[in-house]
T-cell receptor, first 114, second 110 residues
Framework: DVKVTQSSRYLVKRTGEKVFLECVQD?????MFWYRQDPGLGLRLIYF???????EKGDIPEGYSVSREKKERFSLILESASTNQTSMYLC?????????????FGPGTRLTVL | GQNIDQPTEMTATEGAIVQINCTYQ??????LFWYQQHAGEAPTFLSY????GLEEKGRFSSFLSRSKGYSYLLLKELQMKDSASYLC???????????FGSGTRLSIRP
């Protein structure tokens, strides 16, 4: 059974703190993605990775960085958290190529920055 | 640019049929997805269309017209558990990146 896990369901941090969000998949997928989801704005892609140690910017990378040291793990880092980064963060993984290869999502982390 | 439009909210009655429309304008096209997302949960995959026509999967069907940049998701015999947001998403190229619409929140009334 497909499994994507995220380190926390709920997280509260203070402005200026460094925040790490971890995502692990057990499906041997090449591709991993980080999104944030806000009311009325839908899912927006922050960063994605096609392979270990490889990363590409999505649509809203500002204020974020990522790390992919192992195939199964993709980390999202907020270097200095700000209140406008309060959001639901969703990690996803998927296979390379087209066809019916969809993305599988983790349960999400609801981050609140005070 | 890339743009995916779908209605923000819809309401339907238990046992009825509802159609959720999606129009898209993207730099390329390599497939359209529909996802279901219950409140507070992650999106889950419902359907995939890459060729024109209707794909049926139980109570759910999805239609695609590439020339019109148009898709719809049809839900039959609605149940209360179908209350959720439905996300339309397009893969613009053979790469795996997918662009999501803002979602349609569907409410089912008894």
């Amino acid at each position: 059974d497909v499994k994507v896990t995220q380190s926390s369901r709920y997280l509260v941090k203070r402005t200026g703190e460094k925040v790490f969000l971890e995502c692990v998949q057990d499906m041997d997928h090449e591709n991993m993605f980080w999104y944030r989801q806000d009311p009325g704005l839908g899912l927006r892609l922050i960063y994605f990775s096609y392979d270990v140690k490889m990363k590409e910017k999505g649509d809203i990378p500002e204020g974020y960085s990522v790390s992919r040291e192992k195939k199964e793990r993709f980390s999202l880092i907020l270097e200095s958290a700000s209140t406008n980064q309060t959001s639901m963060y969703l990690c996803a993984s998927g296979l390379t190529g087209g066809g019916t290869d969809t993305q599988y999502f983790g349960p999400g982390t609801r981050l609140t920055v005070l | 640019g890339q743009n995916i439009d779908q209605p923000t909210e819809m309401t339907a009655t238990e046992g009825a049929i509802v159609q959720i429309n999606c129009t898209y304008q993207t730099s390329g096209f390599n497939g359209l997805f529909w996802y279901q997302q219950h409140a507070g949960e992650a999106p889950t995959f419902l359907s995939y269309n890459v060729l024109d026509g209707l794909e049926e999967k139980g109570r759910f069907s999805s239609f695609l017209s590439r020339s019109k940049g148009y898709s719809y998701l049809l839900l039959k015999e609605l149940q209360m558990k179908d209350s959720a947001s439905y996300l339309c998403a397009v893969r613009p190229s053979s790469a795996s990146k997918i662009i999501f619409g803002s979602g349609t929140r569907l409410s089912i009334r008894p």
